[in-house]
């Protein structure tokens, strides 16, 4: 039973920070690469970051390249996305996932959890 949980969305304000995190359970945590993905209204599902096994090849979006940020903690199974000088546009439901390779396509990720709201008001 593989089984990823998101936590840390809710409202914040334009220019507020925000962590969310992901406990991962029922698989081997260390041998995937970890990512978010994010989906607004009326949007498809997007690639955020992803960090692979090593840590080494961290990959993100230009959209936030420079304000948000993917971590992991192989100990603690679980990954992280730092998100800083947050924009009403990055308002949507935020999703973990896991894929085999580093990756921004969403059909290469092959579990994925329930998502967690955030939403940036201006």
């Known amino acids: 039973q593989v089984k990823l949980v998101e936590s840390g969305g809710g409202v914040v304000q334009a220019g507020d920070s925000l962590v969310l995190s992901c406990a991962a359970s029922?698989?081997?945590?260390?041998?995937?690469?970890w990512g978010w993905f994010r989906q607004a209204p009326g949007q498809e599902r997007e690639f955020v970051g992803a960090i692979d096994w090593t840590a080494m090849n961290p990959y993100m979006a230009p959209s936030v390249k420079g304000r948000f940020t993917v971590s992991r903690d192989n100990a603690k199974n679980t990954v992280t996305l730092q998100m800083n000088s947050l924009e009403p546009e990055d308002t949507a439901v935020y999703y973990c996932?896991?894929?085999?390779?580093?990756?921004?396509?969403?059909?290469?990720?092959?579990?994925w959890g329930q998502g967690t709201q955030v939403t940036v008001s201006s």
């Open positions: 029922g698989l081997d945590f260390k041998q995937y690469t």
């Open positions: 996932a896991a894929s085999t390779i580093i990756t921004r396509a969403r059909t290469q990720y092959n579990f």
